[in-house]
Every structure is written in structure tokens, then in C-alpha cells.
């Protein structure tokens, strides 16, 4: 079955700054990749998805992610990052019309 | 933009409560799933549904839990007698082309 580590329990980055949150999944055939946002108290935002093509992705607010097949990664990256970013991020991975497997998540706590 | 909705909000109940969590799916959307998260944990997938029946289910999914879709547009997901650990948030989500698409969540705490 398929699996997700987010390595990171928790990121503080200053605003402005870049940002790069770390996924590594494990999956026998191609998955299907995502980064969900979730604001305290809110539901699940999907902020981008990897299906096949072009190995860097752009989603919503300014995030990109890249799928790297050789390293079994598809980190999250934003050149800069803004007050409203802070949030709890999680990676998840999904074989096709399959249960989604979710990363632990990574806390974003953004500085002034 | 068309979401997924849910009902109620927050949900508080006593021990060996029948509840029922209601979700609107995206209307178009053929697969539907729960999910829940324990507060401060992950979010764990619980069952997902295609064409009236349930296509797979996780080892949280038992006797208590099951879903339904009463007419065109809910789907429910009954916990039959709730047990304090039960507590979490629930998650609905619909699903277009693998990507899902998730509701906003029903706070559910058993007392």
C-alpha cells in the first residue's frame, strides 16, 4: 500500500523568505501526488496534484511542487512566503479512484 | 466554484449515540470518501464509495460506521452507537479525475 513521510513536524521561516516542505512517498506503480493546506479549524485545500507530464507543478497561491522519481519525493516549494501562509500542510499520495494516504503534515509557522 | 459541503458543523453527543454526518458532494462527482482526524493527528482514511456500494474500507471502518446515499445528492456516513474515542473531525470528500476535493468538516465529540 501506498505511504507518505512528511519529515518535517514543524517549519518557521520569516516572511518573505523561501519555503520548502519535504515529502518522500512509497509506491510500487506512478502515483498520484498532492499538497493539502488546512487553516486551524478549516477543511483541506487542495493546493496542487501530480498526475504524469511535467515533473514541476504549479498550484494555487504561489506554491509549485516537483516530483522527483529517483528520490521518491515531491517537496513543496513557495520563493516567498506571506503572514497568510501559516497553516499545516500535508503531502498525501493516491493510487487511482483509491483511498488518499496522508503524511503526518507539517506545521508552517511564518515570522514577522 | 462548486464544493463539497457538510452538516452540522459541530456535532456533540453522549456515549452510544446514533449520529449521522451529512455531506453534499460536488454534483458531478462519481466517488465519494470519509475521512477523520483525531485532533492532532493525521487525517485517516475511514471508507470510499462508487456507484451505490462501497469500493474499500480501512480497518477503522467497522460494524459501528456505514455510508449511504439516500437520493442524488447526500451521503452519509452513521455511527451506529459512539464511542468516546470517536471524538475527531470528519471529512467528506468528492473526487473528479483522482484529485479530492474536500468539505469544510463536522466536529464530532462524544461525551
Not at chain 2, 103 to 111: A, N, S, Y
Request: hydrophobic share 35%; aromatic share 14%.
Amino acid at each position: 500500500a501506498q505511504s507518505v513521510t512528511q519529515p518535517d513536524i514543524h517549519i518557521t521561516v520569516s516572511e518573505g523568505a523561501s519555503l520548502e516542505l519535504r515529502c518522500n512517498y512509497s509506491y510500487g506503480a506512478t502515483p498520484y501526488l498532492f499538497w493539502y493546506v488546512q487553516s486551524p479549524g478549516q477543511g483541506l485545500q487542495l493546493l496542487l496534484k501530480y498526475f504524469s507530464g511535467d515533473t514541476l507543478v504549479q498550484g494555487i497561491k504561489g506554491f509549485e511542487a516537483e516530483f522527483k522519481r529517483s528520490q521518491s519525493s515531491f517537496n513543496l516549494r513557495k520563493p516567498s512566503v506571506h503572514w497568510s501562509d501559516a497553516a499545516e500542510y500535508f503531502c498525501a499520495v493516491a493510487a487511482a479512484n483509491n483511498d488518499m494516504r496522508f503524511g503526518a503534515g507539517t506545521r508552517l509557522t511564518v515570522k514577522p | 466554484e462548486p464544493e463539497v459541503t457538510q452538516t452540522p458543523s459541530h456535532q456533540v453527543t453522549q456515549m452510544g449515540q446514533e449520529v449521522i454526518l451529512r455531506c453534499v458532494p460536488i454534483s458531478n462527482h462519481l466517488y465519494f470518501y470519509w475521512y477523520r482526524q483525531i485532533l492532532g493527528q493525521k487525517v485517516e482514511f475511514l471508507v470510499s464509495f462508487y456507484n451505490n456500494e462501497i469500493s474499500e474500507k480501512s480497518e477503522i471502518f467497522d460494524d459501528q460506521f456505514s455510508v449511504e446515499r439516500p437520493d442524488g445528492s447526500n451521503f452519509t456516513l452513521k455511527i451506529r452507537s459512539t464511542k468516546l474515542e470517536d471524538s475527531a473531525m470528519y471529512f467528506c470528500a468528492s473526487e473528479e479525475l483522482v484529485a479530492q476535493y474536500f468539505g469544510p468538516g463536522t466536529r464530532l465529540t462524544v461525551l
